[in-house]
């Protein structure tokens, strides 16, 4: 199991059985191995008497604690979440090898592109896993998650269930976290995309260099059987693509790539759209997406599906879940659209989309908010974004986290220039912010609220409450005879 693992040192024996892995004192029993992590809030060094306590059989660190215990094991390793990685990949039978297993990351369009990966694959015929933001998935077995990218250990264990269950792909979403805690180090990717980078997570990366370079990570460590699918049209598309030793292949909108696509029209009712010398109508809108499915067909194509079937299908595909999901109200015509734009540039992606499709009569409502315990530099740009795409603006909370509710409004405020100030309302109460802009919408107006998505919860101080854009539109536009 320790195949990979740069070990300095070792205590105990090391023929010893083992039933199960963990990253977490709390769970450690014997027959388990404790993985001491260096984490944002904790150092899991601090955990080890812990799980010592509570019968682990090895633990596996940086540090060898002051204190050995006689009955345990020790593995002292050079960096405990490479290692996690590597011997959660060996536990569970390197599933990722019995799979065709295809990655997407950048700033946005992960979930787009991985949810329309599963979905295109399963009308191809085949047995399919997905490990999105959204849900997990196993074919059509909806297994829920709680991160974009799921920790080594679960990401194997579900993995190996894929196999099991005679999946023969799989597609999954890599977010930066995911590369530099090593959650996907060790596993065997057919293929990568690249969709696209901007500013997001700085509080964790610090710089956008590092955020660059979490990113590049991914594909510094494909194999050379590997495709690395990248976007030419971003300013980082090529440098993701330098040290890596597979593949290189990429799609484009503007100009040359392996696969490129024209855009004949954004339309209210999809795009339409010249795939590589075809002609394609879709139901998916705005011209971000038109980078989604050119990334989606691309990678289709490398894993050697037929172009033509490819595009048949993809062209009836609808959108994931609260991804520029419609809710149009009955008596007014008011197009309700909650979109998970939480970043800048997705905010101004939809915002533009909403533009080019809108009749001129049409007023543009948005509500949106910033997530607590998450990169605040966004926050008073996405305020001002708002305001530059929108006649009128409720800002409001998104998951407030352990942060003040009031504090991230008032970051947001700063943002809106001064000749904004009059179209810009403040409710902290994210229902009665909705409800507010429900009321202020005329007749065939488009209301959008922004952030939050398919989620159907609000994380307030740790504790989760049922809360869903999506119920919460439909029930205002009821309460208010919509
Ligand atoms: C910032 C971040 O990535 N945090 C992740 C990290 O937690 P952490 O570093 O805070 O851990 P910690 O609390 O300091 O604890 C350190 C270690 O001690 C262990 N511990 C802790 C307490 C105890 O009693 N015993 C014990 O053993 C913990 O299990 C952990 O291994 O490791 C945990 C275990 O894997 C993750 O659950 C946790 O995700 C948190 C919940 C999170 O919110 N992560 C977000 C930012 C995230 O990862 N997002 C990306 C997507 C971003 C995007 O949109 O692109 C994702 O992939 O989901
Ligand atoms: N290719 C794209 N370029 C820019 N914006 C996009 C793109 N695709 C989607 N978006 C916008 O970003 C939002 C999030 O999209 P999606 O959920 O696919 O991204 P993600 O990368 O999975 O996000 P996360 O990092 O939270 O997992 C969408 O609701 C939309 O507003
Ligand atoms: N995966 C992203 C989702 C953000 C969604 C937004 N609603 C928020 O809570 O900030 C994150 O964890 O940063
Ligand atoms: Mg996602």
Redesign the pocket.
């Known amino acids: 199991m320790l195949t990979g693992v740069t070990v300095r040192a070792l205590v105990g024996s090391a023929d010893v059985a083992v039933h199960g892995l963990t990253?977490?004192?709390?769970q450690a029993q014997p027959g388990t191995v404790?993985?001491?992590?260096?984490?944002?809030?904790?150092?899991?060094h601090q955990?080890i008497p812990?799980?010592v306590e509570q019968g682990a059989s090895v633990v596996v660190c940086e540090e060898l604690p002051a204190e050995l215990a006689d009955a345990t094991t020790y593995v002292q390793v050079a960096s405990s979440a490479e290692a996690m990685a590597h011997v959660a990949a060996a536990f569970y039978g390197h599933p990722s090898r019995q799979l065709k297993l295809v990655g997407v990351t950048g700033?946005n369009g992960?979930t787009t592109c991985a949810t329309a990966l599963h979905n295109l694959f399963r009308e191809l015929g085949y047995h399919v896993g997905l490990l999105s933001?959204v849900q997990n998935q196993i074919d059509e077995q909806v297994i829920p998650t709680?991160?974009?990218?799921?920790?080594a250990i679960r990401l194997n264990e579900l993995l190996a269930r894929m196999v099991q269950a005679g999946c023969t792909h799989a597609f999954m979403?890599v977010?930066?976290?995911?590369v530099v805690?090593h959650?996907t180090t060790g596993l065997q990717f057919a293929g990568g995309i690249f969709t696209n980078l901007t500013h997001?997570?700085l509080d964790?990366h610090g710089t956008f260099d590092n955020y660059l370079k979490a990113k590049k990570g991914f594909f510094d460590g494909l194999s050379k059987q590997a495709f690395a699918l990248t976007n030419a049209d971003d300013k980082r598309g090529s440098v993701m693509l330098q040290n890596t030793a597979a593949r290189r292949e990429t799609y484009s909108l503007r100009g040359p790539a392996t696969f490129r696509a024209r855009l004949i029209e954004n339309a209210v009712h999809g795009l339409h759209l010249d795939i590589d010398g075809r002609d394609v109508q879709f139901r998916l809108i705005g011209v971000f997406n038109a980078y989604n499915l050119l990334a989606v067909y691309g990678a289709a194509v490398l894993l050697g599906e037929d172009p033509t079937e490819v595009l048949t299908i993809l062209s009836g595909l609808t959108p994931a879940a609260g991804r520029f999901e419609t809710i149009v109200a009955e008596k007014t015509r008011i197009t309700g659209i909650v979109d998970f734009a939480?970043s800048p540039d997705a905010l101004e992606n939809v915002l533009s989309t909403i533009a080019d499709i809108r009749q001129p009569s049409q007023q543009i409502i948005t509500v949106v908010g910033c997530g607590g315990n998450?990169d605040a530099g966004k926050r008073p740009i996405m305020a001002n974004l708002a305001c530059q795409g929108s006649s009128r603006v409720v800002l409001t909370s998104d998951n407030p986290r352990f942060e003040d509710p009031n504090d991230i409004l008032a970051q947001m405020q700063a943002g809106v220039q001064p000749a904004d100030l009059g179209k810009v309302l403040t409710i902290a109460d994210r229902r009665e912010a909705i409800k507010t802009a429900v009321a202020l919408a005329q007749p065939g107006d488009i209301l959008l609220v922004a952030g939050k998505g398919h989620e159907t919860y609000q994380d307030v101080q740790g504790v989760k409450s049922d809360f869903d854009d999506r119920q919460v539109l439909r029930e205002m536009f009821a309460l208010l005879g919509k």
């Open positions: 990253l977490d004192s709390r404790f993985f001491a992590l260096r984490g944002v809030q904790a150092d899991g955990f812990k799980a700033t992960k933001t709680t991160h974009t990218t799921p920790d979403e977010s930066s976290h995911a805690q959650r997001d997570h964790y939480h998450r």
